[in-house]
């Protein structure tokens, strides 16, 4: 029999975080964990003693594949950055008095790169105090920004649904057009790195020609130059589809979407209004070219529709999940779970350990050889890196014709 | 043998409209039709002698398979209104002249109020100059506002996507809210009638509480009401979601919509900025609240999302086409097939014929009593009247882990 697990979730929700979660349960109580708790709401709400007993929540293996299908954090997230140390000992006496009442031997966090820092300072403080509890890290995140991971449990379904709405949007305007233009701007998240965005190209293949342009937030965005491209290629074709990323910048470093914000303007309550990149967009070719124009932002639903996950992300996500239980259960700590592609095709993907010490803050960015010289779409290499992670899907359980999630009752 | 066949598709797309033509065409082909012609981009293209034999393109059982799950109109959509008959007696020549040289027998329209008026003015004048081809029109529209039929074919399908991507939004913000409070605006489509709208309720069930509030375009909206009512919820649960439909009026008849634009303010490039109903409202909320808040519109997906069809709706749309076909092979003309509802539960349901010299230009709005009495959510009573609507789906055909669909090679 093994000591007590406890897991957590952290950070911005995903289609398969619960998935991991999911993983993280089951092996646990497979390789004979006494319990296995959740902490509510991560480390924030762990600090508050907000914690369940998981197998009072999930009670067969029905409930795990709901659980594998149930999108956002099932045990509730949180944005709570642990202190230093040296700065607040307090918390770390509280959280390690916490565990002790709990008897945990595995603490397992799921999350981006914060999590990781909540990781590696709570395993240095275990190792500097002589605690034996394991720390380990499971990565997630739609951004698929962290470097150390071939990519990132949670990319593969945003990147699906991108590809999947983006060909959905793209035939809707086509059906439409006949003796008129229309010009349609997709935005897609990711501020930084563009490898959502570049998922719309996913769109493109024998039975679609994908959107007509596509711009990364790697390379400065020229808006005259945007105009110009727009207008050539109405000449052409009558709709013109353009995928944009949310953070978008031009050569002076000013977000596009900061164009339509130039202003003191405040409506009538006295609110200033904001409005997206696709919209600024869409308004400023509507008054250069003249033709009608729209802007479709595919927000929260990138990373929550788990209608439409990727299978192969599911069950990464899951066995990054079981794989730290796994290594904690080994004696590791401090350390995360990565991807480690073996080889695209086909597709192989294992996975490994990595030291959370050595782990930066600096965000994966698409490779400037992955994205064509103009800066206007991604590059084949872009397209095999992508493609197997979104393959197959995990038929959603359907009650009264919507899909089931698993949910935490209270 | 039959004679020859031609169909066409007007008007918004929806999900299951190209269902719809594979009804139309197979039931041709199946009873002895000779040629079966589509007509590109509706009555207009086809005035330009746009149209194509469809046997050149659906070529296979699995061509009409993926026909079926391929959203948009396939033949492309037009929004052209014929003139009346004694303005333009031209146009019906040429339409005529053109029927005629391809030996058309039966004329099919897949389309909205609009596209029955095209039926009735073709079929009108055929009969008064004796000519002998039978035109019959076949309903669609995501807004399910016609009067004569039970439901519209499409209207099921974004009912579908809308209560998925609903519950998916609801848990997004239940996963993050701890300290926090977050207030989620959902805006949907359907300007004066409250269906799409309503069926944001289907998200809820055992495991999911739904939206919190509901307001339909058939019930006046008070903007201080509105915030008050949100103020009150805040004070129980942290997330609160509120679906608005894009067409919300206030008492005085003017579109929420509108209160965001009330000034003549330009952006840089001197347009004006629009904004919707959804973000006017979250930024009010924010102003009022002081909460963080979310503006989701579904934009095109609702009328564009096969990849999550409704079985039923796509079964319902192919037999409107195929009952289309049969009644003109029978001799009907100037008849529009509608859907009529024998039973809730179990759900079934058939076709019958409409004379559309009958059919008014009256929306069918969601009934009073379907509504709660303070204008804040939907009954039981429209519950039961759509569930039945998106029950099932039909598996997308994955190629490269997208959606295949069928398209037409020019």
């Known amino acids: 029999m093994k000591g007590n697990v406890i897991v957590g979730q952290s950070g911005g929700p995903t289609a398969v975080i619960n998935s991991s979660l999911a ?131 949670g990319f593969g379904s945003a990147a699906k649904y991108i590809g999947t709405a983006t060909k959905e949007v793209i035939r809707d305007a086509m059906g439409l057009v006949y003796n008129t233009e229309i010009v349609t701007i997709i ?28 711009y990364l937030p790697e390379i400065p965005f020229n808006i005259e130059r945007f105009v110009e491209k727009v207008k050539n290629l109405l000449e052409t074709k009558k709709s013109v589809v353009v995928a944009v990323s949310e953070g978008i910048k031009t050569e002076e470093g000013k977000y596009v979407c900061e164009y339509g914000n130039t202003s003191d303007y405040v409506d009538a309550f006295g609110h200033k209004q904001l409005t997206g990149t696709a919209s600024f967009l869409a308004n400023l070719i509507a008054g250069e070219i003249g033709c009608k124009t729209r802007a479709v932002e595919f927000s929260t639903l990138q990373r929550s529709a788990s209608h439409i996950a990727s299978r192969i992300d599911i069950n990464e996500a899951f066995q990054v999940g079981g794989a730290a239980v796994m290594a904690a259960f080994e004696g590791d700590t401090g350390k995360m779970i990565v991807l480690k592609r073996v080889s695209d095709d086909p597709y192989q993907c294992t996975t490994d350990l990595y030291d959370v010490h050595k782990i930066s803050n600096v965000e994966k960015l698409v490779p400037r050889d992955w994205i064509n010289k103009e800066g206007t779409y991604v590059t084949q290499k872009f397209i095999s890196y992508v493609e197997p992670l979104i393959q197959a899907e995990l038929i959603p359980v359907q009650v009264d014709g919507i899909p089931r999630h698993l949910y935490l009752k209270k």
């Open 23 to 153: 993983g993280v349960y089951k092996t646990a109580i497979d390789r004979g964990a006494k319990k296995v708790y959740g902490m509510l709401h991560g480390i924030q709400g762990f600090l508050d003693e907000q914690y369940v007993d998981l197998s009072d929540h999930i009670k067969s293996d029905l409930d795990v594949e709901l659980l594998k299908r149930t999108p956002s954090a099932f045990l509730g997230s949180c944005r709570y950055k642990l202190p230093d140390i040296h700065e607040q000992p307090e918390v770390f006496e509280k959280i390690f008095g916490i565990l002790e009442k709990l008897e945990i031997a595995y603490f397992i966090y799921i999350g981006g790169n914060d999590s990781m820092d909540t990781i590696k300072k709570l395993s240095d403080y275990a190792i500097v105090t002589g605690k034996q509890t394991k720390f380990m890290g499971v990565p997630k995140t739609i951004d698929n920004d962290l470097a150390l991971t071939d990519h990132t449990p």
């Open 187 to 214: 935005e897609v998240m990711g501020r930084n790195a563009g490898w959502l965005t570049g998922a719309t190209a996913l769109a493109k293949g024998e039975d679609c020609c994908g959107p007509d342009l596509i």
